[in-house]
């Protein structure tokens, strides 16, 4: 597969359990965040995103929380299936900053064991 | 759905070769970004352009420019590739500044560039 998964923090999952996938992000001024997926190959895919002016919102079997006072957010994936497997990343933004840049963490790899 | 494409998804080049990468999108995007993606280090911001003519230094520029002619291609050049160039390539595009999105990006597949 690709290396871009090497040298990452790897979270193991049984198949059917919840996954919650951690990220400390670092500017108090960020406003908007979003999570992306991205799998062996592919370039990052948008999963789901959140506000500030929110600290949680659902998606399809996932869901983003936001904790603004610990600058922290994570995403959980309930029923975690095979093709979740991906490495994910969290990425914030400054809307009232310079146009559309995007600040992306590292990411978190993603196994999930059948 | 929105579309990017990237030109190719493998390419092998040689030391001082002149590398060109293409990216379309295809949903009228204002805004058009290059990052290289190396294990540990994530995804860093080469260039970013927010108009057609227009562009604006990344993180990690040197070594790199740009093109973008028409609102849809946004191409980054390599004037004399390096080994230490070897990386995987994303191009990604979002609507402009204060269109009614909160700067979400959508992604091509990458271009994976070998320098020898």
């Known amino acids: 597969g690709e290396s871009v998964g090497l040298h990452l923090p790897t979270l193991s999952v049984q198949e059917g359990d919840n996954s919650i996938i951690n990220c400390a992000y670092s500017?108090?001024?960020?406003?908007?965040f979003i999570w992306y997926k991205q799998e062996s190959g592919k370039g990052p895919q948008f999963i789901i995103d959140?506000?500030?002016?929110?600290d949680k919102r659902q998606g399809q079997r996932v869901t983003v929380l936001l904790n603004k006072t610990v600058k922290h957010l994570s995403l959980q994936i309930a029923a975690t299936q095979p093709g979740d497997s991906a490495v994910y990343f969290c990425?914030?933004?400054?809307?009232?900053?310079?146009?559309?840049?995007?600040?992306f963490g590292k990411g978190t790899k993603l196994s999930v064991k059948p | 759905d929105v579309k990017v494409t990237q030109s190719s998804r493998y390419l092998v080049k040689r030391t001082g070769e002149k590398v060109f990468l293409e990216c379309v999108q295809d949903?009228?995007?204002?805004?058009m970004f290059w990052y290289r993606q190396d294990p540990g280090l994530g995804l860093r911001l080469i260039y970013f352009?927010?108009?057609?003519?227009m562009k604006e230094k990344g993180d990690i520029p040197e070594g790199y420019s740009v093109s973008r002619e028409k609102k849809e291609r946004f191409s980054l050049i390599l004037e004399s590739a390096s080994t230490n160039q070897t990386s995987m390539y994303l191009c990604?595009?979002?609507?402009?500044w204060g269109k009614g999105s909160y700067n979400e990006q959508f992604f091509g597949p990458g271009t994976r560039l070998t320098v020898l």
């Open positions: 990604a595009s979002s609507l402009g």
């Open positions: 949903m009228d995007h204002e805004n």
């Open positions: 352009s927010y108009d057609v003519k």
């Open positions: 500017n108090s001024a960020s406003d908007y």
């Open positions: 959140i506000r500030s002016n929110m």
């Open positions: 990425a914030e933004s400054n809307y009232g900053g310079s146009q559309g840049n995007l600040i």
